[in-house]
């Protein structure tokens, strides 16, 4: 009993200099993404003239949209509180394959596209369900991921499915106004989700079960409705991510995003959501998607090889979320 | 003791599992129970137990060891680029490596209070880079083919590569069961606030645990490279999904704290077991992931199906214990 209080006491000081530490600085974190992103333009426009043009920057934002697309919407599940996702790339390949097999089979764009985003939201729901009912997210989707990347090879016997026709191009290979489809879908679903989050009952909720699960269970809220909307968006994001590119490049394959999963949580960490949920920004992930595609852009530009420039990727997560982990803890 | 009796039952119900998952295949397929195929059964177990091995210590110790696959790619390049020194001074000098490697890790999470789940997907994608960085973005080839030959040489039913493995079972089981220092993983694992009031240091049992994790990966890495005679940069890529799910199948709690090296072994032959009945039918790679997914997916459900209240209960420990790095959630 004595030791219950104890332990008790521990984790409300832990929290309280947290939630401390959080009131005198919302500004910290937003100063740090910000500065990353004025760091890498300076050094850029220093070191390559040819990085810093409207043109180049137009070109990173499109190389940047199809994770930024699944990023946004993999910050509705980590603000939620529940970590991250392990099957989005294979959701993504799973809905391009369908999307490919509707436009071949003469189903129609519209037809192909509902019922697309349609699945890909029932593979989220079902995943969020599983987590609503206690299980760990993260193995959870390991495991979800494995059985759809599984279920798509069995069912195209691992061969690449064609849609073989052309009436989907202006969706995959649109350019209104000279910038690709896909980086309107990433700037208006940014948006769109920044006030879903902000604007909405359901971004409030959202954001109070991921930030105290006992006290949004005390106000009456859901989690567990919660967790399956958030791993439907998540999954909804990676359905979206899947069409665009099946429309563009005519095809889906079963290896189609190999390394989508983990550069969308990439781009969500350096976006500087807390992990363990509650707190997070839309605009932020977008901003963690386009730094990760403009770090990658400079040292393309500059030469350097797909090892270095993972690297260089990798210690640039490593260093932020370090970064965001020490500088929310500190008071002063 | 109640977590010794549920390690009892847990353990029991896998070992039926294991067995009856042997029968099956032993009587449906006369090629199944054959020294041949068991000798194959036990290679393919000399490098899922060692992954396994190290996921599920630190699923025990309540974390989360996500770069294991791309630690076992750098492991598998030196070891092939360090060939040249002879196969044993090579194999000992990648673990030492990876152990090394997986301490400062374990420091970092433990200094930084991250949560590390974040951390090791920042190595994951930053080990990744540099497995393409020293191998200059090819297969590194081992300058000898007898190395090889030696790695795989069948004993009867076994090779150096399995008695290995089986060899760091054993010595992880007696170190982890009658050490207190293997008895302090358990003990954060399972109730870290009260590990840490009674007086469990936390550090030690964290570096330890990831020291362990990165030195199996890199064992993993060295031993299959070398049995192979090469090693390629993207390898070891999906390392995590048969990892986690052998030590789920053996009985480790998602949760924390609970587990055995047995289990874990008993996990890594029942997957086995699966795999190489399935493989006799002929059945492609994609069908293998596919049934490992929803094993995966199976485990889960049956721990969410048995003890359901207990483990959502469990689950909002764990999200308390991951979010030591910025959360606020409360620990039921």
């Known amino acids: 009993m004595k030791e219950r209080v104890v332990t008790e006491r521990v984790v409300e000081a832990e929290a309280a200099e947290e939630a401390a530490a959080r009131a005198a600085s919302p500004w910290r974190v937003p100063v740090v993404v910000g500065s990353a992103v004025l760091l890498l333009l300076l050094v850029g426009w220093i070191t390559t003239p040819r990085f810093v043009t409207v043109d180049n920057a137009l070109i990173i934002v499109r190389s940047a949209s199809i994770i930024g697309i699944v990023a946004v919407a993999l910050t509705f599940v980590t603000i939620s509180g529940n970590f991250f996702s392990l099957s989005l790339g294979e959701t993504a390949s799973f809905s391009a394959i369908a999307f490919s097999f509707m436009i071949a089979e003469g189903w129609g764009v519209p037809a192909a596209l509902v019922l697309t985003l349609l699945l890909a939201l029932t593979f989220g729901a079902v995943q969020g369900l599983v987590v609503a009912a206690g299980a760990n997210p993260i193995i959870t989707t390991l495991g979800a991921g494995a059985a759809l990347f599984g279920l798509a090879a069995v069912l195209t016997e691992n061969k ?63 989690r567990g409705t919660i967790a399956i ?40 960490l350096v976006g500087g959501t807390v992990i363990s949920g509650g707190e997070g920004s839309m605009l932020r992930t977008a901003v963690g998607a386009v730094f990760i595609a403009g770090l990658d852009n400079l040292l393309v530009i500059r030469g350097y090889s797909f090892g270095v420039r993972v690297t260089v990727t990798g210690l640039a997560v490593l260093a932020g979320v370090s970064l965001f982990t020490v500088l929310r803890r500190r008071t002063v | 003791m109640i977590p010794r009796l549920r390690i009892g039952r847990v353990m029991a119900s896998r070992l039926v599992l294991a067995v009856g998952v042997f029968a099956y295949f032993a009587l449906s397929d006369d090629r199944f129970f054959t020294t041949n195929n068991v000798f194959t059964i036990f290679e393919g177990f000399a490098q899922l137990g060692l992954a396994a091995l190290a996921i599920g210590l630190t699923i025990i110790a309540g974390e989360l060891d996500l770069s294991i696959g791309s630690a076992a790619a750098v492991g598998g390049i030196l070891a092939v680029t360090w060939a040249g020194f002879g196969l044993v001074p090579a194999v000992l000098l990648v673990t030492l490596v990876g152990a090394g490697f997986g301490a400062i890790q374990g420091y970092a999470i433990h200094r930084l209070r991250i949560a590390s789940i974040v951390f090791t997907l920042g190595t994951l994608i930053g080990l990744r880079g540099l497995a393409f960085l020293i191998s200059n973005e090819d297969t590194v080839v081992v300058p000898d083919l007898d190395i090889a030959r030696v790695v795989k040489h069948q004993l009867w039913i076994f090779s150096p590569f399995s008695l290995v493995t089986i060899a760091v079972l054993i010595a992880t089981a007696v170190f982890l069961r009658y050490s207190r220092w293997g008895r302090e993983i358990f003990a954060i694992g399972g109730g870290r606030t009260e590990a840490v009031a009674a007086g469990v240091p936390l550090g030690r049992p964290l570096v330890l645990t990831f020291m362990l994790s990165g030195a199996m990966a890199g064992l993993t890495g060295a031993l299959t490279s070398l049995k192979s005679g090469s090693a390629a940069p993207g390898g070891f890529a999906d390392l995590l999904l048969p990892a986690a799910t052998a030590a789920l199948i053996g009985g480790v709690a998602i949760t924390g704290g609970s587990g055995s090296v047995l289990g874990i072994a008993v996990g890594s032959l029942t997957l086995r077991f699966v795999i190489s009945g399935l493989s006799l039918r002929a059945e492609p790679y994609y069908a293998l992931t596919f049934v490992t997914g929803m094993l995966l997916l199976f485990v889960i459900a049956l721990e969410l199906l048995v003890d359901r209240p207990e483990a959502r209960q469990r689950f909002g420990m764990w999200r308390a214990r991951l979010g030591r790095g910025g959360s606020r959630a409360s620990p039921a």
Not at chain 1, 169 to 179: A, H, K, Q, S, Y
Not at chain 1, 241 to 248: D, K, R, S, W
């Open chain 1, 160 to 222: 690449t499915m064609r849609t073989g026709s052309h009436v989907a191009d202006w969706l995959g290979r649109g350019r209104p106004f000279g910038i690709p489809n896909q980086t309107w879908a990433f700037v208006i679903l940014t948006i769109v989700a920044a006030l879903v989050l902000t604007k909405t009952p359901f971004g409030r909720r959202l954001a109070l079960v991921g930030s105290n699960a006992a006290a949004a269970t005390a106000t009456g809220l859901r």
């Open chain 1, 229 to 268: 909307a958030a791993f439907a968006i998540a999954s909804l994001g990676a359905g979206l991510a899947g069409m665009f590119t099946a429309a563009q490049v005519g095809q889906g394959t079963t290896d189609q995003f190999p390394e989508l999963t983990i550069n969308a949580i990439a781009a969500v």
